[in-house]
Structures are given as C-alpha cells and as structure tokens.
C-alpha cells in the first residue's frame, strides 16, 4: 500500500513540474512563432527588420518616407515564401520564382498596378 502512495506522489509531482515548464514554453515558441509570420507577411528576415529599423530613422529624420523594396504586399509576400499553391501551404514543397540570387522587388511591379 505504501508503494502505490509514493508512485501517486511522483506521478503528481511529474506532472506539476512537466506543466510548469510547458507553460513557458509555449509561450516562447508562440511568441516566436508570430514574430516569424509578422516577418514572412514583411517579406523581411530578421537582419532586414533591424536594418529596416535603422533605414527609416534616417530616412525620417531628412523628411522621406522608407519602404522595404522587397515587401510586395501581404498575399504576394506568403507566396515568394511558401509557393503560389495555396494546398501546399501546410507543406510548402513547390518550386519557388527566381535563380535564388536577384528576388523580385516592389521597384518591379508597374506603377498601374500599384495605384488600382
């Protein structure tokens, strides 16, 4: 009877210390997680962001307005990342636009379609 006391003991105290430290876990990586999406949605990666950061100050503090040059818009940003399938987003394996080496840039797209 005795044994099956200390088991019931260890079980619980297993669970509360697992539990305490999912829940930061979780956190974290949720946390990550939507910082990654924000820099897909930006069509930025992390270096880009700070860089980004650095370029707009300067920008602003001579009076212009700063955007990244390979930021296409949100839909057009997902899909230079995961391909243009939308049922192989879950597992993008599809074959990606360009060389690798010179990407598409907002400079790119005629202004017509920009304004409409």
């Known amino acids: 009877m005795e044994g099956s006391l200390v088991s019931s003991y260890s079980n619980k105290t297993t669970c509360i210390i697992g539990g305490a430290l999912l829940f930061p876990l979780t956190l974290a990586l949720s946390v990550l997680l939507g910082w990654q999406i ?4 930006q069509n930025k990666t992390t270096i880009e962001y700070h860089e980004g950061v650095r ?8 009076g212009n307005m700063y955007r990244h040059p390979y ?5 057009e940003n997902l899909v ?9 987003w879950l597992c993008p394996v ?3 636009k360009g060389s690798g080496l010179r990407f598409p840039t907002a400079f790119d797209i005629p ?5 409409t």
Not at 80 to 88: A, K, W
Request: hydrophobic fraction near 50%.
């Open 94 to 96: 599809s074959k990606f």
């Open 38 to 41: 924000y820099l897909i949605l």
């Open 111 to 115: 202004i017509s379609t920009t304004l």
């Open 55 to 62: 370029a707009m100050w300067l920008e602003e503090k001579v």
């Open 80 to 88: 230079s990342v995961v391909g243009p399938n939308i049922f192989c």
């Open 71 to 75: 930021d296409l818009g949100v839909y």
